[in-house]
């Protein structure tokens, strides 16, 4: 058998056999019979105005008011994507489905405004709809007119082909600094190793409904009853998540604000608004970061470089949220669409650290960098396949530059490839000889049931391997249960707008060893 690594077809295909297809005969039967049982509604209506005298096309007028007014109330209700969920393209190709596709939008948008949220945005979904639907109908007229007249065409359509020129990013040479031995050394390629490592001192963490009703709820410091929290918008909700996370773990690490240094922060919306306008009022000078789901590990390897260049204290944060995240990179929530089996579920949750050079806790012992690896895979709803392979990439230089191997530690956790990532990464630790099925799991898979809870392959985003570390993970390392432990979060480094112009999604893998 092939390395599925050798090349990016080879990882394609290896993916495709990897990946559970959707239930299609299932899918298309239910279809059928809501399709069916939604146009056997409209057909009762169109029967009763015939009935009280109304002639053809006035009766197919009103049925279109109707079943149109129906679909809206429903969206509004939050049924109809339930409705969408289960009857997929049966309740999407009626009128009813266009009629959602308006709707939705302005609801989701409502808090931007009525010009600028729901006037600008009411037509995300639909709008693409209503251009090729009157355009395909604008070229059809000609031409049956063109035909219908006798006429013969005189018009000839060419097809061109818009030169489009991809260009490529400078990748600028990486230049080797020099490392103070006496402080941290550098280890192989991409791994450093702290001599006097810094401390873990406390954590914290908030999660949301949907990750108080899993395996893991009993761990988190706050659960939230619902996804707004008293907040007018998701966005709002989450910079509240974040803020109230941070004050827990101030509170809880009893290290007064004014001597916390730094603070590392960041999440999935554009400029990392979650975190700024959420840690505005703290007065610690802070460094907005950006790594996707890989962004809290990120944080505290920047941290612990500081910490061992001097300071005293740090702050790491990351979170997300399901529905900032759903409106952001893919539809609104009140859609009705179906979700493919390999997609993952965006974490509502926000978790911190507090590293510190001194004081009792686990250590930060080694640190190992992750490189951008993009094997060519572009379906946005399975980016544990996109990002395994960095994952693998980061493991395998870390057991290179260490020396270690996989059962040197107690746990080797990823965050957040879910279901299939993980199926995938074991696979090929498996063929480059190292065996880490007994030792290892993932964030994603450890936040929610899979039996009880419809999350697909799994959880995603900044928070969930925040929140997996600073709830679960720490009190594991706290009461050594496990005193040795391989993090590497995962991060997939793309946007709506990338997956739009066809671009692959490149994944991102950053470690830390934490050790009692």
């Given at each position: 058998?092939?390395?599925?690594?050798?090349?990016?077809?080879?990882?394609?295909?290896?993916?495709?056999?990897?990946?559970?297809?959707?239930?299609?005969?299932?899918n298309c039967f239910n279809a059928f019979w809501v399709g069916g049982l939604i146009c056997s509604i409209g057909q009762i209506i169109f029967s009763f105005c015939l009935y009280k005298g109304l002639d053809e096309t006035a009766c197919g007028t009103v049925v279109s008011i109707i079943l149109i007014a129906i679909s809206a109330f429903l969206t509004g209700l939050n049924i109809f994507n339930k409705i969408g969920k289960f009857a997929g393209a049966g309740s999407l190709v009626p009128i009813t489905g266009f009629a959602n596709s308006i709707v939705a939008p302005a609801m989701e948008y409502k808090s931007e405004g009525y010009i600028m949220g729901v006037?600008?945005?009411?037509?995300?979904?639909?709008?693409?709809?209503?251009?090729?639907?009157?355009?395909?109908?604008?070229?059809?007229?000609?031409?049956?007119?063109?035909?219908?007249?006798?006429?013969?065409?005189?018009?000839?359509?060419?097809?061109?082909?818009?030169?489009?020129?991809?260009?490529?990013?400078?990748?600028?040479?990486?230049?080797?600094?020099?490392?103070?031995?006496?402080?941290?050394?550098?280890?192989?390629?991409?791994?450093?190793?702290?001599?006097?490592?810094?401390?873990?001192?406390?954590?914290?963490?908030?999660?949301?409904?949907?990750?108080?009703?899993?395996?893991?709820?009993?761990?988190?410091?706050?659960?939230?009853?619902?996804?707004?929290?008293?907040?007018?918008?998701?966005?709002?909700?989450?910079?509240?998540?974040?803020?109230?996370?941070?004050?827990?773990?101030?509170?809880?690490?009893?290290?007064?604000?004014d001597k916390i240094e730094y603070c590392f922060a960041g999440d999935l919306l554009n400029q990392c608004i979650s975190s700024s306008f959420g840690l505005r009022e703290l007065n610690v000078p802070f460094y907005g970061i950006f790594g996707a789901c890989s962004t809290f590990v990120e944080g505290?390897?920047?941290?612990?470089?500081?910490?061992?260049?001097?300071?005293?204290?740090?702050?790491?944060?990351?979170?997300?949220?399901?529905?900032?995240?759903?409106?952001?990179?893919?539809f609104p929530l009140e859609l009705g669409n179906q979700r493919p089996p390999t997609s993952q579920w965006t974490v509502t949750a926000c978790g911190s650290a507090m590293l510190a050079k001194n004081g009792?806790?686990?250590?930060?012992?080694?640190?190992?960098?992750?490189k951008?690896?993009?094997?060519?895979?572009?379906?946005?709803?399975?980016?544990?396949?996109?990002?395994?392979?960095?994952?693998?990439?980061?493991l395998m230089t870390h057991f290179s530059d260490t020396g270690r191997k996989p059962s040197y530690y107690d746990a080797i956790l990823t965050g957040d490839l879910g279901h299939i990532g993980k199926d995938i990464l074991i696979d090929l630790s498996q063929d480059a000889g190292y065996n880490i099925k007994s030792v290892y799991n993932d964030c994603g898979v450890l936040i929610f049931d899979k039996s009880t809870q419809d999350t697909h392959s799994?959880?995603?985003?900044?928070?969930?391997?925040?929140?997996v570390f600073s709830g679960y993970l720490f009190e594991q390392l706290k009461t050594k249960k496990l005193n040795k432990i391989l993090l590497i979060?995962?991060?997939?480094?793309?946007?709506?707008?990338?997956?739009?112009?066809?671009?692959?999604?490149?994944g991102i893998a950053q470690a830390i060893a934490i050790e009692n």
């Open positions: 058998m092939n390395n599925p690594l050798d090349t990016q077809k080879d990882y394609q295909e290896y993916v495709n056999q990897k990946s559970p297809n959707s239930p299609i005969l299932k006037g600008a945005k009411m037509f995300t979904v639909a709008g693409p709809v209503l251009v090729y639907g009157i355009s395909t109908s604008i070229i059809v007229g000609i031409v049956y007119f063109l035909f219908n007249c006798n006429g013969v065409l005189v018009w000839i359509f060419r097809l061109g082909t818009v030169p489009f020129t991809k260009k490529n990013r400078p990748q600028s040479e990486i230049k080797k600094e020099r490392i103070d031995k006496f402080i941290m050394e550098k280890l192989g390629k991409q791994t450093i190793k702290f001599n006097t490592p810094p401390t873990v001192l406390e954590t914290a963490c908030i999660a949301g409904p949907k990750e108080a009703d899993g395996p893991l709820a009993k761990y988190f410091d706050q659960c939230l009853e619902d996804e707004m929290w008293g907040e007018k918008s998701w966005e709002k909700a989450e910079s509240k998540i974040v803020k109230q996370t941070v004050n827990t773990l101030i509170s809880k690490s009893g290290i007064p604000s505290m390897q920047l941290a612990s470089v500081f910490i061992e260049g001097g300071i005293n204290y740090a702050i790491c944060s990351a979170s997300s949220h399901f529905c900032s995240s759903e409106r952001q990179f893919r009792d806790g686990p250590k930060i012992t080694h640190i190992t960098t992750g951008i690896v993009d094997m060519g895979i572009k379906d946005a709803n399975n980016m544990g396949a996109a990002m395994a392979p960095a994952a693998f990439d980061t799994g959880g995603s985003g900044c928070g969930c391997c925040a929140s979060a995962t991060g997939a480094l793309m946007n709506s707008m990338s997956s739009q112009q066809g671009e692959s999604i490149p």
